[in-house]
């Protein structure tokens, strides 16, 4: 079998978390007026001013067009279409602990490997799970609630602390941002919100796992995560979707604060269902992610695992106002087959001395599509501003594409950018030196790919980085050879 | 025990017949010499044995332990116990030595029905390996042969061929690119993995090697095919007199 | 005259019975025609158009010019001080004229035809248009339907020609506001090779219109080195379109070294057609003041086994803006690609600005592709390791602004036209002011 009939066979694998919950649900019928945002606000009793702020923000979608500047493909979206609220039945008025959690959910959780119950507890990760829109359950809020820590579902939170939501919400993704910022604005159905108090360092992972699981519905997902002065949190988020021949819509929207000297760690394993060899089926992956380090000295770092989905359009992005602030964006985004990525990052200095790093590693393969872009902008007042950028792709395969498109902005002279970029096809002589010291083709390609990616996977948490390096391994199984 | 015969083999690349029928038997312990000229087919012996892609096997064959070799895949060679120690080791950015040594010890346990070594005993294992080629263990957890100087490289070659354990070990140029001290390490680490069970093919343009490894035979490779055979002797009248007389032989 | 853009066409009138060479000839005549539909369908490109994102055209759009003008006689003197090179070939074109009393194009090397474009008609039919996208909203359909002249130059197979040719455009700023629309057709028959610097000069500080398109065809095993020299003045706009189609195991280096101008636009195009043809392409901007230059460069690797090598270098001073935008397109099938790209910027104040994006679009997996940029200011150290031998700051940061453009100049291999270009960018470099 020659080289490339081996990459082939790695890759072909199937897709692992493809299965579908058997419950009942509440699901809006498809179809988007202002009538659908009102209702969505109803049902989760809003406060007044969060109906308006939806409102506004749907009144300004209606004025925008789809964008189209992306290296990607797809048939128009017919937004009436979609169902944009779905909910499992619930017996009681939102789960107060895991025991009034349907069982069928938490063996769905389990199913995907992320255990709701005590062995979450021995992992030492606190998990708000979403299921279609809305939280289904939400482990260790009391624990960390001892150290003034919230986390709990966004829905909640809009009763429980909306003078932060007020304050927050849409302060960093304003509802005006972009075309699917603003339907998620009019339409978020749920999420996590996450504060941490001064001073506090979270003494555990928060992480939050969203399941799509209903047919032609849209997830709308809202995070907001503020890390008060001298706060630090390191927060994780994973995704999957049964396989369905139909493309389903993802617009998430994630906006994150710090503070003075504060820190947030955000880091996502994307696995949203990636449709098949032949491109039919998948989630349209359109996220908007923004961190602002409004803070002196405060820091966000950015990492993602992008394996799944059948388009991902997605740019989590830093702007840096504190003085002394610093952004990292690191990412492996790996396409396969038909699968289409064009994410990168944004990074906006604005503030002295702030320092930002771009790690981005693409691996194409099949006939995909796979794209890196990104913006380091460096503003008229941001003296000293330090950029490193490094961007490599591996491609697997001579039917997939892989581009790379930067843009540097710099109007202060006392900047110092440095962007470097590569593209090359997975070595035969590495493959060929694993081989000759007996390893078969998927762990050879495997091993190089990991170790390929391994400045970005070594900046996951222990429990996510196994998880990553596993579906790395799987998303390109059968691709080289 | 015969651990490798080599009949008739005849190797092109593209149009170009590398290998012009070689012959060549190798028993369990012994220890071969294989010289000749730039562009003899040396390297292309060896990347043939070990099963590299881009060569044409247009006549002949090959038994290792009396299986047909060239049937089978190039990790399937090394699960077997055909070890190559490359002239130029490759660098594998972002993986660590250690993880490719276990990965491939697990790959050859795995095939010689045995269980993988846990992370403790396969650490004591590298450990006791390292000293042979007096490696620091810092090595370990570099990328493989990333940053490595040459010498280094080789010495990772040999620190591999210790830990696998080959019954057929090819060393291929692992002379070339070294000074005087690091070729002393490696040839004290290869002296030390000489057994009866296990056959070494030294390949090399230069006696040099073959003062510190000492060859039960020599062969003299020129244009694809092997022209004369001795023992050590041999190499040190080639020494002398060049590799002239090989190609003016061939001429006549 | 109908406009899709916000943006105004800055000519008082472009009457449609106004008269151009070639109107005799049938294809040369509906080519004008297909232009004129199309420039007056799409107009000015705006800046929401990816391509002119960083360049806005309204300073362009505020201006009026004209066409046609009384031209300045300059003594053969006079042009032998603003030719680059004594020893050379001269095509002189004066406020868009072609003045064959200053040219040296008599006693030609045999094989070799310069001739101006009004009166070459017949040997670039074949050519003329074909390297050049024309649906592209802008300066090429303008070029395309207004062009009055330029130089068209052929070389027979296996023909090395010795001399440089030198083709110098002098805008004497006699006619205030003038409009030149230029075209020059280079051809390069199988195995031939020749030597061409482009050199545009403004001779006062009038505002003024430069609409260049420059075309280069080489044939298989050709070779052509290009330079492109532009030192208009401060008030001129520059608007340059070069683009070359190259055959198999052709050569192409091109270095542009960009000076002059309020606003310089130069597109550099390049498609290695055939296996083995290679390009190097590379640029120098040094601006000042208000100065805006634009680089846009593409190179389309089409086929197997091609390569590619580019180095832009600009330093920026005063208020001025560069902008660089380097796309390297790796077509499905072209394996074995070698492409490099590396564009390096030094910002010497406050008030400048550089926006610059590397791309790559790679559709060929057997490849090896990769970009580099930066954007910096002098080397502290390097400031500090001069000072500290005896250097005073003015002097050491002039001479590290110098280094900083020494190996694009090195590049170029011609002993006699680096001296000459290196001379023109040392006075040229700014004075560093922080």
């Known amino acids: 079998m020659s080289e490339q009939e081996q990459i082939n066979e790695v890759l072909a694998t199937d897709y692992q978390a493809g299965f579908v919950t058997d419950i009942e649900s509440d699901t809006f019928p498809p179809g988007l007026s202002e009538e659908t945002v009102r209702k969505i606000s109803r049902m989760k009793d809003e406060p007044e001013f969060l109906l308006e702020w939806r409102l506004k923000a749907y009144h300004h979608w209606l004025t925008l067009e789809t964008p189209e500047w992306a290296h990607v493909n797809y048939p128009e979206i017919d937004y009436q279409a979609i169902s944009y609220y779905s909910a499992p039945k619930k017996k009681t008025d939102g789960p107060k602990s895991l025991d009034e959690v349907d069982p069928e959910l938490l063996r769905t959780y389990e199913k995907l490997g992320v255990p709701l119950d005590e062995r979450a507890r021995l992992a030492g990760v606190a998990v708000d799970a979403v299921f279609d829109s809305v939280s289904v359950a939400n482990t260790f809020q009391d624990k960390l609630a001892e150290d003034g820590i919230i986390f709990m579902p966004f829905s909640k939170a809009v009763h429980a602390h909306p003078e932060l939501i007020k304050k927050y919400l849409g302060s960093v993704v304003s509802y005006k941002d972009n075309f699917y910022a603003a339907l998620n604005s009019a339409l978020f159905s749920d999420g996590s919100f996450v504060y941490i108090p001064k001073g506090t360092r979270c003494p555990m992972e928060l992480s939050t796992y969203f399941r799509i699981n209903a047919a032609n519905t849209g997830q709308f997902e809202r995070t907001l995560i503020i890390a008060d002065d001298d706060a630090y949190v390191s927060y994780l988020e994973g995704c999957t979707a049964p396989m369905r021949d139909e493309n389903q819509l993802h617009a998430a929207v994630v906006e994150l604060v710090a503070h003075d000297r504060a820190e947030i760690k955000y880091s996502t394993v994307q696995n949203w269902y990636p449709g098949d060899e032949n491109g039919v089926g998948g989630i349209f992956n359109f996220v908007t992610k923004r961190a602002a380090c409004r803070g002196v000295s405060s820091k966000v770092s950015w990492t993602q ?139 050879a390609v495997s091993m190089i790919v990991n170790g390929f990616c391994k400045e970005v996977m070594r900046q996951l948490p222990m429990e996510f980085a196994v998880e990553a390096q596993n579906l790395l391994s799987l998303s390109l199984e059968g691709s080289v050879g | 025990m015969k651990m490798l015969e080599i009949k008739n083999l005849h190797a092109s690349v593209g149009d170009k017949e590398i290998l012009r029928g070689i012959n060549l038997t190798i028993n369990a312990g012994e220890v071969h010499a294989i010289m000749g000229p730039n562009g003899a087919g040396k390297s292309t012996l060896s990347n043939v044995l070990a099963g590299r892609d881009g060569y044409t096997i247009t006549q002949g064959e090959v038994l290792y332990k009396g299986e047909n070799l060239l049937e089978l895949a190039a990790e399937e060679r090394a699960q077997r116990g055909v070890f190559l120690a490359f002239q130029y080791p490759v660098e594998i950015p972002g993986v660590s030595n250690i993880y490719l040594l276990k990965a491939a010890l697990n790959a050859v346990r795995k095939y010689q029905g045995l269980d993988e070594l846990d992370a403790i005993d396969f650490l004591s294992l590298v450990r006791s390996k390292l000293d042979l080629v007096k490696m620091d263990e810092q090595f370990l957890h570099r990328g493989v042969n990333e940053g490595f100087s040459g010498g280094e490289k080789k010495r990772n070659e040999i620190l591999q061929m210790a830990l696998l354990e080959p019954s057929l070990a090819i060393l291929d140029e692992t002379d070339s690119g070294l000074d005087i001290d690091a070729l002393k390490t490696v040839s004290e680490g290869v002296n030390g993995l000489r057994s009866a069970d296990r056959s070494i093919v030294m390949i090399t343009h230069y006696q040099r090697l073959l003062d510190y490894i000492e060859p039960d035979f020599v062969h003299v490779l020129s244009d694809g095919k092997i022209v004369k055979t001795g023992d050590k002797e041999l190499a040190k009248e080639l020494e002398k007199t060049g590799y002239s007389w090989v190609q003016q032989g061939q001429a006549e | 005259m109908k406009q899709i853009t916000e943006l105004a066409t800055p000519f008082a009138s472009i009457s449609s019975d106004e008269t151009f060479f070639g109107d005799d000839l049938p294809w040369l005549k509906s080519l004008r025609l297909k232009a004129r539909t199309q420039f007056n369908n799409a107009g000015l490109p705006a800046k929401k158009e990816e391509d002119w994102k960083y360049t806005s055209l309204r300073p362009f759009a505020r201006q009026q010019f004209n066409h046609g003008a009384k031209t300045q006689p300059l003594s053969v003197e006079q042009c032998n001080d603003y030719a680059l090179l004594d020893d050379a070939y001269r095509f002189v074109i004066i406020d868009g004229v072609f003045s064959a009393e200053l040219s040296k194009i008599d006693g030609l090397q045999a094989g070799l035809i310069i001739r101006p474009l009004s009166e070459a008609v017949d040997l670039i039919q074949p050519h003329l248009g074909q390297q050049v996208e024309l649906t592209k909203p802008g300066f090429t359909a303008l070029n395309t339907m207004m062009m009055s002249e330029g130089m068209a130059v052929t070389v027979d197979s296996n023909v090395k020609i010795e001399k440089t040719i030198e083709l110098l455009v002098i805008n004497s700023g006699e006619s205030a506001n003038l409009a030149t629309h230029l075209r020059h057709v280079i051809v390069l028959a199988d195995n031939s090779e020749a030597t061409i610097i482009e050199h545009y000069l403004g001779l006062n500080a009038d505002s003024s219109f430069t609409n260049t398109v420059t075309e280069v065809i080489l044939a298989e095993s050709a070779q052509l080195k290009h330079y492109k020299l532009q030192q208009e003045s401060s008030k001129a706009f520059h608007i340059a379109t070069l683009a070359a189609k190259q055959a198999a195991k052709s050569q192409w280096t091109t270095n542009s070294i960009s000076l002059g101008a309020k606003l310089a636009r130069n597109d550099v195009h390049t498609q290695l057609l055939g296996e083995q043809s290679h390009v190097v392409m590379d640029g120098l901007y040094l601006v000042d003041n208000d100065q805006h230059v634009d680089f846009h460069t593409r190179i389309d690797h089409t086929v197997a086994n091609t390569t590619s090598d580019e180095l832009y270098k600009g330093i920026l001073n005063g208020n001025s803006h560069g902008v660089f935008n380097g796309k390297v397109m790796v077509h499905k099938d072209a394996q074995k690609t070698d492409a490099n790209q590396q564009n390096h910027n030094l910002l010497l104040s406050r008030g400048c600005e550089i926006d610059t994006k590397p791309e790559m679009e790679i559709y060929a997996d057997d490849v090896k592709c990769g970009h580099g940029s930066t954007v910096g200011q002098i080397n502290a150290d390097h400031l500090f390791f001069l000072r500290s031998r005896g250097l005073d700051e003015v002097s050491a940061r002039s001479l590290l602004t110098y280094a900083f453009t020494a190996d694009v100049l090195d590049r170029i291999d011609s002993e006699l036209i680096r001296t000459a270009l290196a001379n023109v960018v040392e006075q040229r470099l700014p004075k560093p002011s922080i």
Not at chain 1, 369 to 393: F, I, K, M, W
Request: hydrophobic content about 30%; glycine content about 8%; some cysteine.
């Open chain 1, 305 to 443: 695992v992008e394996t799944g989905s059948a388009i991902t359009w997605k740019y989590p992005s830093i702007i840096l106002q504190g003085d002394n602030s610093t952004g990292e964006f690191y990412s492996v985004a790996v396409t396969n087959n038909m699968q289409q990525a064009d994410t990168g990052t944004k990074m906006i200095h604005l503030g002295k001395n702030t320092s930002s790093t771009i790690i981005s590693k693409g691996i194409a393969a099949g006939r995909s599509q796979n794209s890196y872009r990104g913006l380091v902008r460096v503003g008229p007042n941001a003296e000293n501003a330090r950029n490193y950028t490094e961007c490599d792709s591996l491609l697997m395969g001579d039917q997939c594409g892989a581009h790379t498109f930067p843009y540097i902005e710099v109007k202060n002279p006392t900047a110092q950018i440095e962007h470097e970029a590569s593209t090359s096809k997975i070595s035969e002589d590495q493959l060929f030196y694993c081989k000759q010291r007996g390893l078969d083709a998927d762990d």
